[in-house]
C-alpha cells in the first residue's frame, strides 16, 4: 500500500479497546493518536490535525454526540462512532449529527477498517477526482451519469439513477433512509420510505445478480442503506 | 350486711360498763355506716344509720330496752347522731362510687393502652381481626365476632362465636360499604344489646365486628358504646397504617425490581459487553497479522476465541433482550420494511450458527412490505434459526421461505431435526422452558423462543410451530399483517 500515513484519534476511555484499535490501525499504516477522555479528545483534535477520528459514545466527562457536535462545529474531518447502543434511532441521531458511520461493539478489526477507509476515501475524493465509483463488479461514473455492471452498460430510470448516485457517492458508508428520501423525492412524499423500499428493490433487480440475497446494495436495519465498496463476502471478516 | 355490723357494734358496746358505753355509743355507731358507705353504698349507708339510732335508743338510752327517750336531751343527741350519720354515710358512699369510677376510668386507658400496643404489632389485617377478636372478648368480657367482608359486598359470618339469630341475619342481609350507619340490635329472647360497626380502611371495607354490650339501663349502654367506638377509633387508624405500609412496601419493591433490572442492564451493557469487545476486536486484530495467518495451529486457537465470543455475545444479547421484555420495554418502533431484507439480516446474523447447515432460501416474489419494527422481527427470525440449526444434526438443510397469504406475510424456518411432541408444544410459550429431551444434550437458556414471540406478539404478529412428528423436523412461522399497500408506487402516505 502507497498511501501517505493517516492520523487517526481514538477517542476511547476504555484502555483495552484502544490497545487493540491501535494495534490494528497501526498494522494497516496508520499513525494512532489516543485520547482517553472527551477533553484531551478535543484537544487532540484540534492540535493534531487527525485524517479520522473513532468516538467512542461512553464517555466520562462528555456524552460522544455532544464531542461529534463539537468537531463538526468546525471541521469535517471523518468521525466513526463506536457505540454499544444497537438502538436505531440512536445510530439515526449520530448519522444526521454528522458522523460519517458507525459500529456496534463488539466488532471486528475488519469491519471498522472497512469503514474508516471509506469515510477517508470519501473525505479525500476532491483531492484525487476520480468521477468513476467502482462498487464490486458495478462502476458509476458519476460525470457522464454511466453504470455498468460486469462492464455492460445498464439502463436505470432517472429515480434509480438519483438512488445509485447518493449511494456511490457514499460508496462503503451507510446513508439514512431520511438522508435518501431527501434527496431523491421532494414535497410531503419524502418520508414515505415505502416509496424508498420499493425503489431499492427495483434497483436490486437490476444491479444485484441475485436480488433476494443482495450483495452490493445493502439494507442497515433500521438506519439506511449501504453501497458496499467491494462484493460483502470479500469485506467481511 | 349493715344491720350485721349494728348488731355487732350493740354486742361491743354491751360488753363494757355502763358509763363507759354511754359516752361512746354515738361515735361507735358511726363505724358501721361509714363501712356500709365505703363498701356498699348509699342505702345500705342510710339503713345503718336508722338502725344504729334505733339500736342506740333502744339499749343504751334510759330507759334501757324501750324505745322510749326519757331525756329532751338525749333525743336531741339522737337526732343529731341520725344527720351526722347521713351525712357522712353519703359523703362516704361518694367518695367510694369516685374510686371507684377512677379505678375503671384507669383499666380502661390500661386495656386501651394494651390494645394499642397489640395493634401496633399488627402488620396484616388478619392479625387486627385476632387483635379486636381478643380484645374485646377477654379484656372487656364481652362477647363479640368478626364477620369478614367478601368481594361480592356481604359478610362472611364468623366460623367459631355464636352469635344470636336476629344479629346473625342483620349482618348477612347487609351490603359490607363503608358508609353503612352503625346500628345497636336488641336479642329478643336475652334483651342484651348488640353493637354493629363497621371496620374499614380509606381503600378497603374489612368486615363488621358485633359486639355484645349486655343490657342495662340507657345511660350504661351509651358508657360502653363509647367504649367499643374508642376501640374501633383505634383499629380504623391501624388499618389506615397498614393500608399506607403495604402501599409502602409494594412501592419498595418495585423501585427495588426496577433498580435491580437497571443495574443488571447497566452491568451486563457494560461491564460485561466491553471486555468482550475488547476479546473480540483484539481476536480480529490477531486473525489479521501476517505471522498469525501463516501459522495454522494458531490461527485456529484465534478462530476458537472468536467463536466462543460471538456465542458469549448471543447469550448476552439474549440475557438482555430478556430483561427488556420483563421490563415492559418493548414499544415496537413501526417502519415498512421488506421481508427479504429482515430475513437476510437475520441469516446474516446467525451465520456462525448455520455454518454447519445448509441454508435454501425461497422468496415469493410478490411480497408485499410489512410495517413492523425490523430490529424486533430479525431478532426473532434469529432465535428461530439458532433453535433450528441448535436441534438438527449438522448436514441437514434449514429452509426458509417467505411468502403471501391472504394479505398476511408469513416466514418460515423448517428444519430437518428432532421435531416436536404435542406436550413440549403446549409449553413452548413460557419463558425459560426446555424440553426435557434435550437438557443434557444441547445448551441453552429456553429464553430464545420466549422472546421471539414477544417481539413477533408486539408487532401484531404470531409465531406457528408445527411438527409432522418426534424426529421429523420442525417449522416455525411468524405470520405479519400484511400491509395495506397493493400498489408498488402508493399514492396515499401511510401512518
Same mark, same amino acid.
Given at each position: ?56 459514545? *461512553? ?13 463538526? $462545529? ?12 444497537? *438502538? ?37 475524493? #476532491? ?61 410531503? %412524499? ?39 465498496? +467491494? ?7 | ?49 336508722? *338502725? ?51 379505678? %375503671? +376510668? ?64 342483620? @349482618? ?79 412501592? +419498595? ?46 490461527? #485456529? ?7 466462543? @465470543? ?20 418493548? $414499544? ?20 456462525? +450458527? ?101 417481539? @413477533? ?37 401511510? %401512518?
Amino acid at each position: 500500500m502507497s498511501r501517505p500515513a493517516n492520523i487517526v484519534l481514538l477517542i476511547e476511555d476504555e484502555s483495552k479497546i484502544r490497545r487493540f484499535l491501535r494495534a490494528g490501525f497501526e498494522l494497516q499504516g496508520y499513525t494512532v493518536i489516543e485520547a482517553e477522555n472527551a477533553a484531551d479528545g478535543l484537544k487532540a483534535a484540534t492540535f493534531s490535525a487527525p485524517d479520522l477520528i473513532i468516538l467512542d459514545l *461512553a464517555l466520562p466527562d462528555l456524552h460522544g454526540s455532544e464531542v461529534l457536535e463539537r468537531i463538526r $462545529s468546525w471541521s469535517n474531518v471523518p468521525v466513526i462512532i463506536l457505540s454499544v447502543v444497537s *438502538a436505531e434511532d440512536e445510530k439515526v441521531r449520530l448519522l444526521q449529527a454528522g458522523a460519517d458511520d458507525y459500529v456496534v461493539k463488539p466488532f471486528g478489526m475488519a469491519e471498522l477498517l472497512a469503514r474508516s477507509e471509506a469515510a477517508l476515501r470519501r473525505y479525500f475524493k #476532491s483531492a484525487t477526482e476520480n468521477p468513476v465509483v467502482v462498487a464490486g463488479p458495478l462502476s458509476v461514473d458519476l460525470v457522464t451519469r454511466t453504470v455498468s455492471l460486469n462492464k455492460q452498460q445498464i439502463r436505470l430510470t432517472r429515480k434509480e439513477y438519483r438512488l445509485l448516485h447518493i449511494l456511490a457517492t457514499h460508496v462503503g458508508l451507510v446513508v439514512t433512509h431520511d438522508q435518501l428520501l431527501k434527496d431523491i423525492w421532494s414535497g410531503n %412524499q419524502r418520508d414515505n420510505i415505502q416509496y424508498l423500499r420499493i425503489l431499492v428493490r427495483k434497483l436490486r433487480q437490476k444491479i444485484e445478480t441475485d436480488p433476494n440475497h443482495p450483495r452490493l446494495l445493502v439494507t442497515e436495519s433500521g438506519v439506511g442503506y449501504r453501497l458496499q465498496a +467491494r462484493l460483502e463476502d470479500i469485506a467481511a471478516d | 350486711m349493715s344491720l350485721i355490723c349494728v348488731g355487732l357494734v350493740t354486742a361491743i358496746l354491751m360488753l363494757l360498763e355502763q358509763p363507759v358505753a354511754a359516752s361512746l355509743v354515738p361515735i361507735a355507731y358511726l363505724v358501721p355506716v361509714i363501712i356500709a358507705a365505703t363498701q356498699w353504698g348509699i342505702w345500705p349507708a342510710t339503713l345503718a344509720a336508722i *338502725a344504729s339510732m334505733a339500736a342506740a335508743d333502744f339499749f343504751f338510752f334510759p330507759p334501757i330496752f324501750s324505745f322510749q327517750v326519757e331525756d329532751p336531751q338525749e333525743v336531741i343527741d339522737l337526732l343529731l347522731f341520725l344527720v351526722v350519720a347521713l351525712v357522712s354515710g353519703n359523703l362516704a358512699s361518694r367518695l367510694r362510687q369516685e374510686t371507684e369510677t377512677l379505678r %375503671q +376510668r384507669e383499666q380502661d386507658i390500661h386495656n386501651l393502652y394494651d390494645f394499642s400496643r397489640r395493634l401496633a404489632a399488627c402488620f396484616t389485617v388478619s392479625d387486627l381481626i385476632a387483635a379486636i377478636e381478643n380484645y374485646l372478648s377477654r379484656t372487656l368480657g364481652q362477647q363479640a365476632a368478626f364477620f369478614a367482608a367478601r368481594t361480592d359486598g356481604h359478610f362472611e359470618p364468623p366460623k367459631s362465636a355464636s352469635v344470636p339469630k336476629v344479629v346473625q341475619e342483620n @349482618v348477612t342481609s347487609g351490603i359490607a360499604t363503608a358508609g353503612a350507619p352503625p346500628k345497636n340490635l336488641v336479642d329478643g329472647p336475652t334483651q342484651n344489646v348488640w353493637l354493629l360497626r363497621v371496620v374499614s380502611s380509606e381503600t378497603a371495607v374489612l368486615g363488621l365486628v358485633a359486639v355484645n354490650i349486655g343490657t342495662g339501663t340507657s345511660e350504661a349502654i351509651a358508657l360502653k358504646t363509647r367504649r367499643v367506638e374508642a376501640i374501633l377509633e383505634e383499629v380504623s387508624l391501624t388499618l389506615q397504617r397498614i393500608d399506607i405500609e403495604k402501599a409502602m412496601e409494594d412501592a +419498595r419493591l418495585r423501585l427495588q425490581a426496577q433498580l435491580l433490572r437497571d443495574a443488571f442492564h447497566g452491568t451486563l451493557s457494560h461491564e460485561l459487553c466491553t471486555p468482550l469487545a475488547a476479546i473480540r476486536g483484539s481476536a480480529s486484530v490477531l486473525d489479521s497479522m501476517p505471522r498469525i495467518q501463516k501459522d495454522a495451529r494458531a490461527r #485456529s486457537l484465534v478462530e476458537a476465541i472468536s467463536e466462543e @465470543v460471538a456465542e458469549l455475545d448471543g447469550f448476552i444479547h439474549s440475557l438482555l433482550n430478556a430483561t427488556r421484555v420483563t421490563a415492559g420495554g418493548v $414499544s415496537p418502533h413501526l417502519e415498512w420494511s421488506d421481508p427479504r431484507d429482515i430475513l437476510n439480516a437475520a441469516i446474516k446474523g446467525r451465520a456462525r +450458527r448455520l455454518a454447519t447447515h445448509k441454508v435454501e432460501t425461497k422468496f415469493a416474489e410478490d411480497l408485499p412490505l410489512v410495517n413492523v419494527d425490523s430490529g424486533l422481527i430479525e431478532e426473532s427470525c434469529g432465535q428461530l434459526l439458532e433453535n433450528a440449526a441448535k436441534y438438527s444434526p449438522s448436514g441437514t438443510t434449514i429452509s426458509i421461505s417467505a411468502k403471501s397469504k391472504q394479505g398476511d406475510v408469513v416466514l418460515s424456518i423448517s428444519d430437518q431435526g428432532v421435531g416436536i411432541t404435542p406436550d413440549e408444544r403446549l409449553n413452548l410459550g413460557r419463558r425459560s422452558f426446555r424440553g426435557q429431551r434435550h437438557q443434557a444434550t444441547v445448551p441453552g437458556s429456553g429464553l430464545g423462543f420466549w422472546i421471539a414471540s414477544v417481539f @413477533v406478539g408486539a408487532n401484531g404478529g404470531t409465531i406457528d410451530i408445527t411438527s409432522p412428528g418426534q424426529g421429523l423436523g420442525t417449522t416455525a412461522s411468524i405470520t405479519l399483517p400484511g400491509s395495506a399497500m397493493k400498489h408498488p408506487e402508493p399514492t396515499a402516505r401511510h %401512518q
